[in-house]
């Protein structure tokens, strides 16, 4: 079982450009990306999501931990997302951008074990600093530098999502839907701040890298960012079921479907908006 083999289920699954937008988003495949859409991603800003991020990272520890918190103590669960993390790792092949998350989650994850709360700033540093020492080279490495400036922005200007999630009132309708609507301002708030904070140190070499600097990217970072944690969980049903029995996975390639024809949809109209970036 290997990446290409998943990568292959779904190219069986998935037409084009879909199939190769997952594979992007999911193992930062990039080579079967159609063009047009790669040109559209550069001209939006969203070239991240299909690089392997701290996302992937993110999701994949909050579906183990979450599972596992049902039955098993946090330490357990936390131990058991740090080796699901390193296999992850593994499998996809040590790049820096991934590397850095692992590091950071890992860390987080001891402190879980320790009992002791692990300051995220603090955790960045050590994980540039120990893949500086391990590869120097990975310095001039593009998706190192993004991740890392990237993360750095989120850490310094992200702030937290409070107040983000909606919880229904009691005994009162009209409070109900008025929190729903407050929730729901809220969430695209936190989006909108999250895309803006990582974009803050990325935009000058992003430009410097591609000699175009995007002004629609906040607004289709925010329109597309809800639907990547979906698209993450489908298409790793997608990519395992299918391996064992296809058509399981075309059930799962079918709703995926779906949200990649959103996500595409709106990286192509929005890079079209005139003016919605400069450069070459």
């Known amino acids: 079982m290997s990446v290409s083999d998943f990568t ?60 596992l918190l049902w039955f098993f103590p946090r330490k357990i669960a936390a131990l058991a997302a740090i080796a699901v993390i390193a296999g992850f790792i593994w499998f996809v092949g040590p790049s820096a951008s991934i590397v850095r998350a692992g590091i950071m989650a890992g860390i987080a994850g001891i402190g879980i074990l320790l009992g002791k709360p692990v300051w995220a700033l603090w955790s960045w540093g050590v994980a540039v600093i120990l893949m500086l020492m391990i ?22 200007f992200g702030g937290h999502p409070h107040g983000a999630f909606y919880h229904p009132a009691k005994n009162s309708a009209k409070k109900d839907i008025l929190r729903f609507i407050d929730s729901l301002k809220n969430m695209i708030l936190v989006d909108l701040r999250t895309t803006l904070a990582a974009q803050t140190l990325t935009i000058p070499l992003l430009f410097f890298t591609f000699g175009r600097l995007s002004f629609i990217s906040p607004l289709t970072n925010v329109c597309i960012v809800w639907t990547l944690p979906i698209v993450t969980v489908l298409g790793f049903l997608v990519s395992i079921t ?11 390639a079918w709703f995926s479907w779906v949200f990649l024809e959103y996500i595409i949809h709106i990286i192509t109209w929005t890079s079209r908006i005139p003016g919605a970036s400069v450069g070459t």
């Open 135 to 156: 590869q120097p080279l990975w310095i001039l490495d593009l998706s190192f530098q993004l991740s890392v400036l990237a993360s750095l922005g989120m850490i310094l």
């Open 242 to 252: 299918g391996y064992f029995f296809l058509p399981v996975g075309q059930v799962f």
């Open 8 to 67: 292959s289920i779904i190219n069986q699954l998935l037409p084009e450009p879909h199939a190769g937008l997952l594979a992007g988003i999911l193992f930062g495949v990039k080579t079967s990306l159609d063009p047009s859409l790669k040109d559209a991603l550069i001209k939006t800003g969203t070239l991240h999501i299909i690089a392997l991020s701290g996302m992937n990272i993110t999701i994949l520890t909050a579906i183990v931990e979450t599972g």
